[in-house]
């Protein structure tokens, strides 16, 4: 996996004397390899389309309330159905267009391989992150064990390189791609132009200046706070990337031409545009209202890198009541039975 997505659970392993961040890990044999408490993998072995029977599912409701609760109830009954030994979990693609099974092996026992240090995997900082070519190691392995205490055997699998990169080869790591807000329509993209984009990317501009200067005014705490002011400025970074391509103005100009040969299409067939010809009108003054509590909405919505201690606790605990009402296949990641425990003990670990 990338070196940043373990970065911050570096100094939960290491034993005295040690800091992983800084100096990096290898274990020169199977046995030294050091575990991650509480950390798993989720193999993903099957994905199987669901959309009929959701799609079936409500389209016995009357209203748009019905519909949901029988969508919930199914995706509910699609999740149980899951083999014992497997984690379930429905996937809603295209804003509901399409729904996918995904069965997943999960492994518990996670452990560390080899980390190289954060020099090498962060060389040039926030100036270097997000440009190409970028020169650094941005990467960790891992293995993960079974219930025999045998490494994973996989058939399907990158295999190794003996040989290694050429001089002068592009160097990929594997990942996840990143998602995209693609299907957003034009008014969307001017609200998030002119209005949420630009709030954020000033609270991160400041956050970074404030996490800088506190980090540089304690080297004795750089194990614990190197890992936050990377994500700050990680993330400060992607919304001055978002605030430069809304306003440029042939990227604009490309979604608006987009959208209305879209529109252009569904006016000019009589099914289409019976069911869908009215959607831009509706998005168009969902985004006007919402405009007229952009500024509210954004103080109310307190990023998790910036929310106070007493806001954070109780933001965090009607999120809980919130997400305790609903399916378990509907609840986020952190609120599925899985992880249930986990996060009540970090809820009770913010209770002064």
Known sequence: ???????????????????????????????????????????????????????????????????VKLRDQKIEELTKGCQDGFTCRVITLYDGGKYVLHTYKRYNDVRLVMAPDVQITATGWDWDNFTYPRYELDFAFLRAYDETGQPVKSPHFFQWSQKGAEDGEAVFVIGRPGNTDRLLSYSQLEYHRDVRNPGILNLFNELYQA????????????????????????????????????????????????????????????????????????????????????????????????????????????????????????REEAFQDDKLEQTKAALLSEIP
């Open 1 to 67: 996996t990338n070196h940043h997505c373990i970065r911050g659970a570096l100094p939960r392993i290491q034993q005295e004397g040690e800091n992983l961040q800084q100096d990096g890990f290898y274990a020169k044999e199977q046995s030294s390899e050091r575990p991650f408490p509480g950390m798993y993998v989720d193999q993903l072995m099957e994905i199987k389309d669901v959309t009929a029977a959701v799609h079936g599912a409500m389209a016995a409701g009357q209203t748009d309330d019905e519909r």
């Open 211 to 330: 996490y800088y200067q506190y980090f540089r005014a304690h080297p004795e705490r750089e194990a614990e706070l190197l890992s936050q002011l990377l994500s700050v400025a990680n993330t400060r970074k992607v919304f001055a990337g978002f605030h430069l391509a809304l306003n440029d103005p042939y990227l604009m100009a490309k979604k608006k031409d987009f959208e209305e040969k879209l529109q252009q299409r569904v006016a000019s067939d009589e099914a289409l545009k019976k069911e869908y010809g009215g959607l831009w009108e509706k998005a168009d003054k969902a985004v006007d209202s919402l405009k007229l509590y952009g500024n509210e909405f954004r103080a109310n919505f307190i990023l998790g890198f910036g929310r106070p201690a007493h806001l954070k606790l109780a933001q965090d605990l009607v999120d809980y009541a919130e997400q305790m009402q609903l399916p378990e296949a509907q």
